[in-house]
């Protein structure tokens, strides 16, 4: 039976309306994940919720212990992640308050803890990574949206960079001609873990700022501020959604 897992990002510190039943803080081979995971009910469906920037204490993009985050979630029997990303639009028609289910992403971090693969069973574990994104799970986030009424984009490229300082003019240039159609700082290496540790994965991007050098105004988190509130309130109808279709009784 397929279990549902959310991993919040910035703006969605909790998933409204859930009604929790036991927080989990489970010990990992990589430490403890970045606060007690929620399980609980929405819409009466049981679900996991983790906020990975953790809380009260914000955990930058660069050293949140994505590893532990992910064993956690399969260890408390999650075997679909729903992750909830904050992004700057890139392309055009990536403007504010527009909700993304990306198809594609490109990798720009460095440094980070991103491969559960130690060397120690014998052979290396070259996941196939054509599709970053399960298909199956985003086709079920779409058809969620459709029977929701919930606009989005059904497909982008999803640009993951270092932070977490934000991107220069000219770094939003370069990665406009590598194709990238959002850009954020959290998608790797969560992805290519959930896809290490076998479970399905999916993301549902809000743009909340244009990316660097393509607004009228410097970007700041009060300028986010209201666009995050707006459109935090419509991926939990997303959700309820995705939950009634793909996971109800």
């Keep these: 039976m397929n279990r549902l897992a959310i991993i919040?990002?910035?703006?969605?510190?909790?998933?409204?309306?859930?009604?929790?039943?036991?927080?989990?803080?489970p010990e990992t081979p990589y430490g403890q994940p970045s606060r007690a995971i929620q399980e609980g009910r929405l819409g009466g469906i049981g679900l996991l919720f983790l906020q990975r920037h953790g809380s009260p204490a914000m955990i930058p993009p660069h050293l949140i212990n994505y590893r532990a985050n992910l064993w956690a979630l399969q260890a408390l029997g999650a075997t679909d992640i729903v992750a909830i990303n904050a992004v700057g639009g890139i392309a055009a028609g990536m403007l504010p308050g527009r909700l993304v289910i990306p198809d594609q992403l490109i990798d720009y971090t460095w440094g980070r803890e991103h491969t559960v693969d130690d060397g120690n069973e014998g052979a290396l574990r070259h996941i196939d990574f054509t599709e970053p994104y399960d298909p199956v799970l985003r086709a079920a986030l779409l058809a969620a949206a459709a029977g929701a009424g919930i606009p989005c984009a059904s497909s982008a490229v999803h640009g993951v960079t270092q932070g977490p300082r934000l991107e220069t003019a000219a770094e939003i240039q370069?990665?406009?001609?590598?194709?990238?159609?959002?850009?954020?700082?959290?998608?790797?290496?969560?992805?290519?873990?959930?896809?290490?540790?076998g479970l399905a994965y999916a993301c549902v991007c809000m743009v909340v700022n244009p990316a660097a050098g393509l607004g009228q105004e410097p970007i700041s988190l009060q300028m986010m501020r209201a666009t995050l509130a707006r459109e935090a309130a419509v991926v939990r109808m997303l959700l309820r959604a995705l939950l009634q279709d793909r996971y109800g009784a």
């Design 8 to 25: 919040g990002g910035t703006g969605v510190d909790e998933l409204e309306g859930l009604d929790i039943v036991a927080a989990h803080m």
């Design 174 to 197: 370069r990665m406009a001609r590598d194709g990238c159609d959002v850009v954020g700082m959290t998608g790797m290496p969560e992805a290519s873990l959930a896809r290490e540790l």
